[in-house]
C-alpha cells in the first residue's frame, strides 16, 4: 500500500510537471500571455530552468519550446534568458537528448540570436555553435534544418560572427544540407550560406573552395528555394571581379532572366535583378554577357512593372552597363530603357530610387550627342531640372540629378530639347552650361540660329541677370551672333524706349 501510495506522489508531480510545461509552451504563443507571466512573482524563466534537465524527455522538449517562444518575442526577454544562464545548460544537453529536444534547442538559440550582434556573440560564446554544427550532421531532416536556421541567424550580423561559424566547419555541412530532398531544408541552408557570404569576399571565398557554386546555381529554378538562391549568389558575385566570374560560369545567364518576371514572388524578382546588378557592376566583360545573353529588354520590363523601392536594382543595372561604353549605351537606348526610368524621377517614388534613375539616365547621355539626344528627346532633362529644383529633394538625389544634367546638356547637339532649361529662374550652375552649348553650336547653324529665335531662346537669353563672368561673357558672345535691333527688340524695357521716342 505504501508503494503505491508513492508512486502515486511520483506520479501527480510528474503529471504536474508537463501539464506545467505544455501549458507554459502553450501561453507563450499569445502576446498577452506572455506579459502577464513575466509579471508573475514567481519567475518562470527561474521555473523552466531546471525542466530543460527533467528525466522526462516531454518536458524537457517542451521547456525548450516555451524559452524558445519567449526568446523570438523581444530581445527583453531574450537579454533575461542570456543572463539567466540558461543557454550553457541547453548547449550542454542538445547532443545528448532526442531530435525533438534539438530541434527545440536549436530553436531557442536561434530566436536568441535573431536579435542583434551582442546576443549572438553571447550565444556563441556559450560554445553554441559546436552543438549546432553537430546537429548539422545529425540523420533528422527537421534537427538539421534547426541548426542550420540557428547558424544563418548568428552569422548574418557581422564578419566575426560569420567566420566563427565558418571556422567550426558548417560550410560543407550547409552545401550538404542544399542538396537534400527537403525542400524547407533547402531553402534555410542557401538562405544561411547566403548570410554568411554577404560579409566579405574570404567568406564568399570558403563557399567557392567547397564547391559551392555547382551546388546553389541550379537552385535558382527550384520554385522553393528559387529566393533564396539568387540572394546567395548575388551575396558572392557583389565581391569581385572572380568571383561574379565564377557565379556566371555556373550558368545563370539567360536562365535566371526568366525570374524577373517570376508570376508570384516579388523577392524573387527583386533577388534576381540585384543578382543581375552584381554581376554587371564590375567590368564591361561582365556586363557585355548581360547584354549579350538577351538581358536588356528584361531588365527594362522588369522596371516597368516592379514597385516602389523594388525597381532600385533594375535602375542600377542599366547604369552600370551603360557606363561601361558608347555601344552598351545604345544598347540600353534601344531596349527602350529611358521611358521607365524617366518616370521613375517622378516624386511619388523615395529620393533614393530617383536618385539612381538620374545617375543611370546621366551614365547613358554622357557617352555622345546621339545619346544626349536620346535622353533629350524623352524630356528626360526637363524632369532632371526639376528633380534638382524640388525643395523636398535629399542631397543626394540634388547631387546626381546635377551631375546627370551636366553631363548630358554638355554632349547635347539637340538645341531644341535644351530651350526649356534657358530661364532666368533655372539654376545658374545648371544655366551657364546651356548657355556654353549654345555659344558652341549657334555660331555654325544657320537653322539653328532661326529657331532659337522663333523658340523664345533669344528673347529668354535676354532675361538672364547674372554676375557669373563666365555666364555673361557667352550671353554676350550669342547676343553678338544676331542684328543689334533684333537683340534690342527682345531686351526688357525696349517697347518703353520705343514709346518715349514716339513720344518726343
Known amino acids: 500500500m505504501a508503494s503505491k501510495e508513492i508512486q502515486t506522489v511520483f506520479a501527480t508531480y510528474k503529471k504536474a510537471r508537463i501539464t506545467f510545461a505544455q501549458s507554459v509552451a502553450e501561453l507563450v504563443k499569445q502576446p498577452r500571455h506572455i506579459e502577464a507571466m513575466m509579471q508573475q512573482e514567481a519567475g518562470v524563466l527561474e521555473l523552466l530552468r531546471p525542466l530543460?534537465?527533467?528525466?522526462?524527455p516531454s518536458v524537457q522538449q517542451n521547456a525548450a519550446l516555451a524559452l524558445g517562444r519567449l526568446a523570438n518575442y523581444s530581445p527583453q526577454l531574450a537579454e533575461k534568458?542570456?543572463?539567466?544562464?540558461?543557454?550553457?545548460?541547453?548547449?550542454?544537453?542538445?547532443?545528448?537528448?532526442?531530435?525533438?529536444?534539438?530541434?527545440?534547442?536549436?530553436?531557442?538559440?536561434?530566436?536568441?540570436?535573431?536579435?542583434?550582434?551582442?546576443?549572438?556573440?553571447?550565444?556563441?560564446?556559450?560554445?553554441?555553435?559546436?552543438?549546432l554544427v553537430k546537429c548539422l550532421d545529425e540523420f533528422d531532416p527537421q534537427v538539421k534544418e534547426a541548426a542550420a536556421y540557428a547558424i544563418g541567424?548568428?552569422?548574418?550580423?557581422?564578419?566575426?560572427?560569420?567566420?566563427?561559424?565558418?571556422?567550426?566547419?558548417?560550410?560543407?555541412?550547409?552545401?550538404?544540407?542544399?542538396?537534400?530532398?527537403?525542400?524547407?531544408?533547402?531553402?534555410?541552408?542557401?538562405?544561411?550560406?547566403?548570410?554568411?557570404?554577404?560579409?566579405?569576399?574570404?567568406?564568399?571565398?570558403?563557399?567557392?573552395?567547397?564547391?559551392?557554386?555547382?551546388v546553389i546555381t541550379p537552385l535558382i529554378l527550384n520554385p522553393q528555394v528559387k529566393r533564396q538562391a539568387c540572394s546567395c549568389l548575388s551575396h558572392i558575385a557583389k565581391h569581385s571581379v572572380e568571383l561574379a566570374e565564377l557565379v556566371v560560369e555556373g550558368e545563370i545567364f539567360p536562365k535566371i532572366f526568366a525570374l524577373l518576371k517570376d508570376p508570384e514572388d516579388e523577392i524573387v524578382r527583386k533577388n534576381a535583378a540585384t543578382c543581375i546588378r552584381e554581376v554587371s557592376k564590375h567590368n564591361p566583360e561582365l556586363a557585355a554577357l548581360v547584354v549579350n545573353a538577351g538581358g536588356l529588354p528584361a531588365i527594362v520590363d522588369y522596371i516597368s512593372n516592379a514597385e516602389g523601392d523594388n525597381k532600385l536594382p533594375g535602375i542600377m543595372t542599366l547604369g552600370f552597363i551603360a557606363a561601361f561604353q558608347e555601344t552598351m549605351a545604345s544598347a540600353v537606348i534601344k531596349s527602350k530603357a529611358i521611358p521607365p526610368l524617366g518616370n521613375t524621377l517622378s516624386a511619388n517614388f523615395s529620393d533614393h530610387v530617383r536618385a539612381a534613375a538620374a545617375w543611370s539616365l546621366g551614365q547613358i547621355g554622357r557617352h555622345s550627342s546621339e545619346h544626349a539626344r536620346a535622353i533629350a528627346e524623352a524630356n528626360i532633362l526637363t524632369l532632371l531640372n526639376e528633380a534638382f529644383l524640388d525643395d523636398r529633394a535629399s542631397d543626394d538625389l540634388k547631387s546626381k540629378a546635377k551631375r546627370a544634367l551636366k553631363?548630358?546638356?554638355?554632349?547635347?547637339?539637340?538645341?531644341?530639347?535644351?530651350?526649356?532649361?534657358?530661364?532666368?529662374?533655372?539654376?545658374?550652375?545648371?544655366?551657364?552650361?546651356?548657355?556654353?552649348?549654345?555659344?558652341?553650336?549657334?555660331?555654325?547653324?544657320?537653322?539653328?540660329?532661326?529657331?532659337?529665335?522663333?523658340?523664345?531662346?533669344?528673347?529668354?537669353?535676354?532675361?538672364?541677370?547674372?554676375?557669373?563672368?563666365?555666364?555673361?561673357?557667352?550671353?554676350?558672345?550669342?547676343?553678338?551672333?544676331?542684328?543689334?535691333?533684333?537683340v534690342k527688340y527682345y531686351t526688357p524695357g525696349y517697347d518703353k524706349d520705343l514709346l518715349e521716342q514716339i513720344s518726343v
Open 81 to 131: 534568458i542570456i543572463t539567466s544562464e540558461i543557454i550553457p545548460q541547453l548547449v550542454n544537453s542538445i547532443l545528448k537528448n532526442n531530435k525533438y529536444y534539438q530541434r527545440h534547442a536549436a530553436f531557442v538559440l536561434r530566436a536568441i540570436a535573431k536579435h542583434g550582434s551582442r546576443l549572438a556573440q553571447a550565444v556563441v560564446d556559450s560554445g553554441a555553435v559546436d552543438a
Open 407 to 486: 553631363a548630358v546638356i554638355q554632349k547635347c547637339t539637340y538645341l531644341d530639347a535644351l530651350n526649356p532649361l534657358l530661364s532666368e529662374k533655372a539654376p545658374q550652375n545648371i544655366l551657364k552650361y546651356v548657355v556654353k552649348q549654345y555659344e558652341t553650336l549657334l555660331p555654325d547653324d544657320v537653322e539653328a540660329k532661326k529657331r532659337f529665335v522663333q523658340s523664345k531662346g533669344l528673347q529668354k537669353l535676354q532675361l538672364i541677370k547674372t554676375e557669373d563672368e563666365e555666364l555673361q561673357e557667352s550671353v554676350k558672345f550669342i547676343n553678338n551672333l544676331y542684328p543689334d535691333e533684333l
Open 153 to 214: 541567424n548568428i552569422a548574418m550580423h557581422n564578419a566575426e560572427l560569420a567566420r566563427v561559424c565558418v571556422s567550426k566547419g558548417c560550410v560543407a555541412l550547409l552545401l550538404s544540407c542544399a542538396q537534400q530532398p527537403e525542400q524547407s531544408l533547402k531553402k534555410v541552408a542557401v538562405s544561411s550560406l547566403a548570410n554568411i557570404c554577404s560579409h566579405t569576399p574570404d567568406l564568399a571565398q570558403a563557399i567557392i573552395e567547397n564547391e559551392g557554386i555547382p
Open 52 to 56: 530543460l534537465l527533467d528525466a522526462d
